[in-house]
């Protein structure tokens, strides 16, 4: 075990002790996919380099006996990390499907001497195998749907509740859901799905949900704009302009009364509800800030908290600063500690929003201690935060 002691400045002539914190060099190995060659490099990065793969910071791994290994200097604790082939971010593990790995999490302690993964492909290679359709219950695709203010098409799927045929009379809540590939088929997942054709159809059985319907949204390949509802800077520096008012437009003006038109559906917002993760969540919650005429309730799954304006400042807080109030729409959302290395960025966000809501209990926050910024782990906080939204 080794000790790391940090310099620190003091306000005061006493004597300042400086914090230390434990560490553990690991020896971190990989069984690496059959297809890497002796010209690919491989780095493992994480919360521990501040996810880097260039400077004195970076960790790359080393060729011995058909393995790849380095020795880690790993903080006990919390520890989130990935590997990348190449220094390309679509080239991290993968199964055998062409699913991407959520980033490995470990708990490190003083008995943690090493680790090791057997990596079956990278996300860039072609699926060693076809995955099968996890699709359950009713469900209804629809192949490039007319996207106007987007101008391009996507695919939609659409849940019908089990009782929907049956009960001809009765009309249901909607909600919709964004990232719509990843919500209901490992298929077409990017990651793992959400399973939220699973837990709808076991809430219902269980009777801790009443039936709605789903409208998953499929992104497209301007997410990063589609996706963002304020001018912001990219990861390189970049100045982009956010294009989600249009997909926000898009689901008000030409999928929702779509839906409404076609299917047995309770219109006003108290019965519609939107969802989101990453950007997505970010979206959701500029759902409840500029669209509560229509959404009613929002679910912000690990919602975007560190895309940054021109000015440094991560754009959803400075949207809620120019805010004044919020109008009468709950909001659930949640982040895993791991994300950000603590709950600093949640705690803020949580306080300007109880301050510009009209009431008590329209709040959900849910903090992960162990929660990733993946699909796994949003799929297993759907559950309560669908059921507190709707009841």
């Not at 054709?197 to 219902?204: A, C, N, P, Y």
Request: aromatic share 10%; hydrophobic share 40%; proline share 5%.
């Amino acid at each position: 075990m080794r000790i790391i002691s940090f310099k620190v400045f003091c306000a005061s002539a006493f004597l300042c002790l400086a914090p230390q914190v434990f560490a553990e060099l690991v020896n971190v190995s990989i069984v690496p996919p059959k297809n890497l060659s002796a010209k690919d490099t491989v780095h493992i990065l994480g919360t521990f380099n501040g996810w880097a793969m260039e400077g004195d910071a970076a960790v790359k791994l080393n060729a011995k006996d058909g393995m790849l290994s380095a020795t880690v200097d790993l903080p006990h604790g919390d520890v989130l990390f990935t590997f990348v082939k190449n220094g390309n971010w679509m080239s991290v593990p993968a199964t055998k499907t062409g699913n991407k790995w959520c980033d490995i999490y470990e708990k490190i302690t003083e008995n943690t001497k090493s680790l090791s993964y057997t990596i079956p492909a990278w996300k860039d290679d072609a699926p060693l195998e076809q995955a099968s359709s996890t699709h359950t219950g009713n469900i209804i695709s629809i192949s490039d749907f007319d996207m106007p203010q987007l101008k391009r098409t996507g695919n939609i799927s659409i849940y019908l509740p089990p009782s929907y045929d049956a009960k001809q009379n009765t009309k249901f809540p909607v909600l919709y859901v964004l990232d719509g590939q990843n919500i209901f088929d490992a298929r077409t997942a990017f990651s793992d799905e959400w399973r939220i054709d699973e837990s709808v159809e076991m809430l219902i059985k269980e009777h801790h949900l009443q039936e709605l319907i789903v409208v998953a949204i499929a992104n497209g390949p301007r997410r990063w704009n589609e996706y963002t509802p304020w001018d912001f800077v990219d990861w390189g520096g970049k100045p982009q302009q956010g294009e989600g008012k249009f997909t926000m437009q898009f689901i008000k003006e030409t999928l929702k009364p779509y839906i409404d038109n076609n299917y047995r559906t309770l219109k006003n917002a108290k019965s519609t509800g939107l969802a989101g993760s990453s950007l997505g969540g970010m979206m959701a919650l500029f759902a409840a800030m500029e669209y509560s005429e229509t959404f009613g309730f929002v679910a912000a799954f690990s919602p975007s908290l560190s895309l940054t304006n021109g000015k440094g400042e991560p754009i959803i807080i400075a949207a809620l600063k120019a805010t004044k109030s919020l109008k009468d729409v709950k909001i659930y959302f949640d982040m895993g500690k791991v994300e950000f290395d603590g709950y600093k960025e949640v705690d803020e966000l949580e306080t300007m929003l109880l301050a510009r809501l009209p009431k008590e209990g329209m709040l959900k926050v849910v903090r992960d201690d162990t929660g990733r910024h993946c699909e796994v782990d949003w799929a297993k906080r759907f559950p309560g935060a669908i059921t507190w939204l709707m009841n």
